[in-house]
């Protein structure tokens, strides 16, 4: 009998994504699932890991025209995010979201789909982090609030008058990977790693052999250069 998905993603998130990668490498999945080193955390010590829940967006065929009043502006803004954002909100509020990661596809194009505002709402919802192939903005509030989100690009840009909604719930190509929905996607300091749901399992099962072995030759270093213990040798307690 497999592992549920609760139990699956706990015991993954015990490893690092150096255990899980070669542990990917020893059924063969060389490189398959590792995102571009141009996807990167926000601010150092970002790690989560989750189910994929992703949002494809493709350019926008309209623009902002000059507006003569901030109530003009807001009206055709508002507009703009209705179609952009209700397109993936509306369907992730119909749904439990626990444990998700939301994986957006924008081509890599610099727009701030994920803000400070924004970020907080998926928290709440139950969402552990973002991968954005594009822009994140408000990074200075994004790190106050330790928003765990990794993009491709920074960016002060909103997406409105630059991006349309495209699909949710369907493969997406983000950072150099194709992505499923349910697929694992793993984030730490050395970048991103997306895991097939259907072979996560045996990637694990690598993964904490790895560990194992490696946190006994590091305890052994740690005592030979008079090192206190950290953390880091007790991740699969």
Same mark, same amino acid.
């Given at each position: 009998m497999?592992m ?7 015991e ?31 601010r ?26 901030v ?7 508002n ?9 993936f909100?509306?369907?992730m ?32 919802? $139950?969402? @552990?982090?973002?991968?954005? =192939?594009? &822009?994140?903005r ?6 106050? +609030? *330790? ?14 008058g ?19 929905? $349910?697929? @694992?996607?793993?984030?730490? =300091?050395? &970048?991103?790693?997306?895991i097939?749901r259907?072979?996560? +399992? *045996?990637?694990?099962?690598f ?11 590091r ?13 880091t ?5």
């Open positions: 497999g549920t998905d609760k139990e699956l993603i706990e993954i998130r015990k490893v690092r994504l150096a255990d899980l990668s070669d542990g990917m490498d020893a059924l063969g999945l060389v490189n398959k699932g590792s995102m571009s080193t141009e996807m990167r955390p926000i150092p010590g970002i790690r989560f890991a989750g189910f994929a829940w992703t949002v494809k967006l493709a350019r926008a065929d309209e623009t902002f025209e000059p507006c003569s009043t109530e003009e502006y807001l009206e055709i803004n507009k703009y995010c209705h179609d952009i954002y209700g397109s909100m509306g369907p509020q119909k749904e439990d979201v626990t444990d998700s990661v939301l994986v957006f596809d924008m081509g890599g194009y610099p727009g701030g789909i994920i803000g400070s505002e924004n970020i907080m709402k998926y928290k709440l919802w $139950g969402v @552990v982090g973002a991968v954005v =192939d594009g &822009g994140c408000d990074s200075f509030e994004c790190n106050l +609030e *330790e928003a765990n989100v990794f993009s491709t690009k920074r960016t002060f840009h909103h997406v409105s630059r991006m349309k909604s495209d699909s949710v719930q369907v493969p997406v190509h983000c950072a150099g990977v194709t992505v499923h929905p $349910g697929d @694992v996607v793993c984030a730490d =300091d050395d &970048g991103v790693l997306v097939p259907d072979r996560a +399992e *045996e990637v694990l099962t993964a904490k052999a790895i560990l194992e072995a490696d946190q006994k030759i305890k052994s270093h740690y005592k030979e250069l008079g090192l206190e213990e950290d953390e040798l007790n991740r699969l307690a």
